[in-house]
């Protein structure tokens, strides 16, 4: 089992920053990609940015030039640095781990979830 603990959100104005930290625990090692995702109300859960075991990484259009996944191996922790934050970025967001490199891509195909923090950013 893979325990995720994620942290960081909160309420900003439009073309702010905040950096969101997703700590794992437990069976770490059978971890190939861990990702971010995330889901406003009404709306499908999505991808927004992921990161494999070997470092590479991953972004959804929305993400590209704004957003910053990176991992430090030492704290089991991986992170996701928002800036130039929109209204339309406003939703719960989720870390996700996946045993098999691709499947974090995919909300069905995630092995583990977090619980989730609320990125509110207002205009």
């Known amino acids: 089992q893979v325990q995720l603990v994620e942290s960081g959100g909160d309420l900003v104005q439009a073309g702010g920053s905040l950096r969101l930290s997703c700590a794992a625990s437990g069976s770490i090692s059978s971890i190939n990609a861990i990702g971010w995702h995330r889901q406003a109300p009404g709306k499908q859960r999505e991808l927004v940015a992921a990161?494999?075991?070997?470092?590479?990484?991953n972004y959804a259009d929305s993400a590209k030039g704004r957003f910053t996944v990176s991992r430090d191996n030492a704290k089991n922790t991986v992170y996701l640095q928002m800036n130039s934050l929109k209204p339309e970025d406003t939703a719960v967001y989720y870390c996700?781990?996946?045993?098999?490199?691709?499947?974090?891509?995919?909300?069905?195909?995630?092995?583990?979830w977090g619980q989730g923090t609320q990125v509110t950013v207002s205009s």
């Open positions: 990161i494999t075991s070997a470092g590479s990484t």
């Open positions: 996700a781990a996946a045993t098999v490199l691709g499947r974090v891509v995919v909300p069905t195909l995630v092995d583990y």
